[in-house]
């Protein structure tokens, strides 16, 4: 199979001689899930922007097969702009129309179909920012999916997502990974993560990297969360406690 | 600049009174950022100025009505939450300035002092302003001495403000209105559009360089008292508007001051 | 009713007040709408208060206005990026000490020479006044800043509406914002002649905010607030003209009242 992302001793930080992440080192096959699991402010953020080469200081190797598309958290986006979700979709298409050219017809249609995938196609001329927070949620992924890239990185897409969402977000995952994209997902969920097939552990420097079966051990998990971790009764299981920033 | 002349006089203790409303506002000003506030407020009194002589009423409380209608109209404005604040501000001071000119040059028709309403009359105020300007500092040197703390507190921790109670929630108001009334008689002085010029260029400056809010307040009222008199110099030799001699001078310290400041 | 309409435009005063004005406006509309989009109204105040010194120095010397506001407006912009940048200060502090310093000077300038220039003129327009050359170069000027929107629309709206995700998509943030910075100083120029430094800032925020209330989506809103903008000038005039009234003047309260207007109507969430 072949490596679609790859990290050697990757490194990196927003001011020199203060690293945020080091050490980062995992390769990742077609169609595969991945898992980034840490603390807020351990390093997942800031990993996504190393890919995305937007990390201003940045030592190590990565290599990608494709640019990343990139859906961060749904908070960060203007809810109060003049855009209808199909707009919000067609964004995706952006980076591949020349300024002087209207957005092409495939384009439009493929926004189109993609809204669909999402089970959104009669919300397509809805005000973005009147959906709700996990329409929001599955509008940004279909944008990303426009971008037809064969990586995706998701920053926390779970968070504060309704039922229907989630598990609409899930099966368009279990797709994905089946047409051989590479998706990084960042999560607090540890129970999400078992079912996925690979897991990066990130608490500034990488803590694991491996199947879940292998990392999410106690003794990983305390590593990389501190004191955010509960240990329920029975010892082997353990839920990290999310922390918002205010 | 003969020093016996009744307005020279009264032009020079009015420069004192608002050196030292420089010093005790001012300095809030600065420190919690209403620098635009305050700009608005004297920008927004300018079509209430300009109704105070042919009205034969004092021009500060036109100024003052002008002002609050600005200040309920932003107010306003922001609630129906179809316009972000600061586009609030922005049309509501272009309105006001649009209001301004229309009764100063056809309505009641005295375009000559429109130059005055923007630049100040500092060497034709009366007694009356003076007492009305002695009487906002004494206001705002009393809400300073009881609110000084919240007011702090606000600024930089307003969860700690919070507990503070009652005295929290009444606290930033007062420091509003304080500022509004201290706007107003300034702009007599200096003119609508230059309040800040006596109001925040003076504590800005201070500010580089001072660290504790006492030391602020004290500075910046003796360097406003020296830009005020140095201002009424310029503006009666050079025959120009005190408001704008003052600002220049401010400025020209500001810019003084943070090019050693920085280099240092 | 006709002759109400058509009889102020009759003559060539007029003519090239309304040209001057539709021209700004077709270009303050759109651009009106990014400021708002970016929430740049205090640049936009800023920069048109602060380039007065330009303008008067330039009406002193006898050189073009144009000359003058555009060097005014590069010192402004320079200024207030300086002083914006302290961190000791906040950036509204040193913003405002800029502004007040910069239109201070202005001031200075043109009331202490011996012929005092047309004050008033530069701060609120002489919209009866343009010659045809002036409204050549206001069309030159809004014609540049229209089409450079045009070109950059994709990359504004990505960079505004989700600063995150944008570098991803195509655009870098902070980059289109200085463009559209730079657009709005080009805007402000085209638009002091006939507006004058106070006013101009009307023409870019009223219609723009009016168009966002009602409009549902971007494209929409920038015609429509062009549209209200030359509706604004229009109007403007027609008051001047028949109530005898400053013409900039009425011309910025004509797009506020517009503005006034929209607050009422209901607001469009999706598509008919």
Redesign the interface.
Known sequence: MAVIVRAENLAGGYAPGADAITGVSFALEAGTIAAVLGPNGGGKTTLFRALLGELPLRRGTVELAARPAYVPQTDRTRHDFPVSALDVVLMGAYARTPAWRRVARADRDAARATLERVGLADHARRHFGALSGGQRQRVLIARALLQDSRVILLDEPLSGVDATSAARIDELFAQLRADGRVLLVATHDVEQARRWDQVVCLHGRQVAFGPPAATLTTDVLRRTYGDELVILAGGDRAIAVEHHAH | MPLDAPFIQRALIEALLLSGLAGVLGSW??LR?F??F??GVGTAAFPGLVVAGPAGVAPQLTGLAAALLYAGGVEWLGR?R???T??A???A???A???G??LA??VFEA?AS??RL??GSLLGLSDRDLWLTAAALAVALVLDLRLRRSWLTQGFDPATARALGVRAAVADPLLLVAIVLACVVALDAVGA??V??VL??PA?TV??VAPSVPTLQAGTAALAAVEGVGGLWLAYE????P??????L???V??LV?AVSRWR | MIDWLLDPFSGSLMQRALAEVLVVALACGPLGVWV?LY?Q??A??SIS?AMLPGLVVASLAGASLLVGAIGGVLVAALAIALASR?E???G?????????????????LA??PDVPAR??EL??GDLLGVTGRDVVEAAVLAAVVAVALALAHRRLALSAFDPAAAPSLGARPGRWELVLLALLALCTVAAVRGMGN??A??LI??PA?GA??LAPRLPIALALAAALAALAGVLGLLASYH????A???V??AA?AL?AVT?VLP?RRTLA
């Open positions: 000003i600065v950022r620098a635009f305050a700009h129906t179809r316009v972000a600061d586009a501000t922005g049309l001071l272009v309105a300035l649009a209001i000119v229309i040059s056809d375009p429109v130059d923007l630049f559009l230059l800040t010029a925040v260029i800005a500010r580089l050079l025959n120009i508007g408001g704008p001699a003052i600002a220049v401010g400025g020209s500001f810019a943070a | 708002l929430r109204s205090y936009a105040e208060h302290d000791r200060l906040g509204d502090v040193g913003v405002a000490v800029a502004i007040s310093a910069l239109f201070g000077l202005g001031a200075v009331l202490s004050l008033g701060l609120f106070l006013l800032v009307a925020l009223a905010a966002l209330n109530w005898h009234v400053a900039g003047a009425s910025a309260l506020i503005f607050l607001r």
